[in-house]
């Protein structure tokens, strides 16, 4: 099979600001050692595309293959790892010898190299991988595989913060990243309250069974939230949060933004305010993830707003850009397969 594969393959690529098209590449036909050659079936849209897109991401040199919500196949057998095996990816590779990686944290390495934004991504017919950030879903519906990495940021963030059973959490910012962290904040027990901007996006999410949402000018309870987590990408909004934590609460800032954030030291220090930040997930975050999507704790075919052949991407990429809000998530089908 691999044999008649073709020698060049297309590469959904960022060159600039404002210009995404289609560029060759050499499709790999080894993989060094301790990595995997995966053919990519699925690729997810996020923000971070969309920002990267917009020349708005602070981590990103052009030109870019992007592409880091990625669901494949193993193309070629390697230890541990079947040829034609459906995995989904873990695109933080991580130098696994940092301050970070020590405390079993690569998702904040200080050399992490993520797929799509620090290094080329997944938008293309067939990438190498480490092994290790390889995850087998052959246990989840099909299609599902390629949410697994946006909704670990949520899953990721929400063991962070750590809510009980009962706990008041407000979500603010309701798209995708959003979404993940309200889903999983219900799955703990929590009391979960959405807030965003745009009432398109807050009729998207009482779709999911969220009925606690506000808009931005709507008046909130004057005791705050146990937790609050920020997934706005607006600096704006990150510095009104501070004001919705309740005494003794936590603020999660998931969102990243290039400002310089500012708040009141009086009013943190006060509420004995935990404030905290969360990167990337971890394999524990995977595992959460694709064990909700295997159960149907989550429902994945209700998160697909579209999926799109890469063909028709670099047209279509300026109007998803601009009509976003309307979108929850789009996924790019690669080349033929299921």
């Known amino acids: 099979m691999d044999g008649a594969s073709p020698a060049i393959m297309l590469c959904g690529t960022c060159k600039a600001p404002g210009q995404f098209v289609l560029t060759e590449s050499p499709r790999p036909a080894a993989a060094p050692d301790g990595w995997v050659l ?65 405390k079993g944290k690569p998702n904040c390495c200080t050399g992490i190299a993520v797929l799509g934004v620090h290094r080329d991504g997944g938008m293309c017919d067939r990438i190498a991988v480490p092994s290790g950030n390889l995850y087998d879903a052959a246990s989840l519906p099909e299609g599902a595989a390629v949410l697994t990495e ?16 009962g706990d008041r959490v407000l979500v603010t910012g309701a798209g995708p990243i959003g979404l993940g962290v309200a889903l999983f904040a219900r799955l703990k027990g929590a009391e979960v309250h959405l807030r965003d901007a745009s009432a398109t996006r807050l009729r998207a999410m009482a779709a999911f069974g969220f009925d606690r949402i506000t808009t931005a000018s709507d008046p909130l309870p004057a005791d ?22 309740a005494h003794g609460g936590t603020y999660c800032l998931v969102s990243v933004v290039k400002d310089d954030i500012t708040f009141s030291d009086p009013e943190f220090h006060k509420r004995e305010m935990t404030l905290m930040g969360s990167r990337n997930a971890t394999a524990e975050d995977f595992r959460t993830v694709m064990d909700a999507l295997a159960s149907g704790a989550i429902d994945a075919g209700a998160i697909i707003s579209a999926t799109l052949p890469l063909a028709d991407l670099p047209d279509l990429f300026p109007a998803l850009v601009a009509d976003r809000e309307a979108l929850i998530k789009v996924v790019v089908q690669i080349g033929a397969r299921g």
């Open 38 to 102: 995966v053919d990519i079936d699925r690729v997810g849209l996020c923000g971070t595309d969309f920002h990267i897109f917009e020349g708005k991401h602070p981590f990103l040199a052009y030109p870019r293959v992007i592409g880091h919500e990625l669901s494949g196949r193993i193309a070629v057998s390697a230890a541990g790892w079947q040829q034609g095996q459906p995995v989904t990816i873990n695109p933080y590779i991580s130098c696994g010898d940092c301050v970070a990686c020590r």
């Open 150 to 165: 946006f909704l670990a940021i949520g899953a990721h963030a929400v063991r962070r913060a750590g809510p009980a059973p």
């Open 224 to 245: 705050g939230f146990d937790i609050v987590f920020d997934a706005t990408g607006n600096a704006r909004a990150i510095e009104a949060g501070f004001a919705h934590v």
